[in-house]
Nanobody, 119 residues
Framework: QVQLVESGGGLVQAGGSLRLSCVASGSTFGIVAWSWYRQLPGKLRELVAT????????NYADAVKGRFTISRDNAKNTLYLQLNSLKPEDTAVYYC????????????WGQGTQVTVSS
């Protein structure tokens, strides 16, 4: 079973940067997609970025395109999200998510890491 642990959140001023990490433990052989979601205060959870295992193709939500970068370190089983040019509206809890395919689909979530951006 896959377990995910996020880290790297914190308090930054507008225009600043953070680098979030998600370490996956257990067997990661069947993971086909790695993603970052976020949940803004009082809002529904939304997809931020995703990267496919098969070819490493990244995709981004329009709100973060050009500012955030998703990447993976396969040797360390770690997913990253580089957040640049942060805005107060980026304030949210950021969650790591992976989808695993074996006999059936399995979805796994991390515990989340808080990002707060002050004006």
């Amino acid at each position: 079973q896959v377990q995910l642990v996020e880290s790297g959140g914190g308090l930054v001023q507008a225009g600043g940067s953070l680098r979030l990490s998600c370490v996956a433990s257990g067997s990661t052989f069947g993971i086909v997609a790695w993603s970052w979601y976020r949940q803004l205060p009082g809002k529904l959870r939304e997809l931020v970025a995703t990267i496919a295992t098969v070819d490493g193709t990244p995709n981004y939500a329009d709100a973060v395109k050009g500012r955030f970068t998703i990447s993976r370190d396969n040797a360390k089983n770690t997913l990253y999200l580089q957040l640049n040019s942060l805005k107060p509206e980026d304030t949210a809890v950021y969650y790591c998510f992976v989808r695993e395919v074996r006999v059936r689909l399995f979805d796994f979530w991390g515990q989340g890491t808080q990002v707060t951006v002050s004006s």
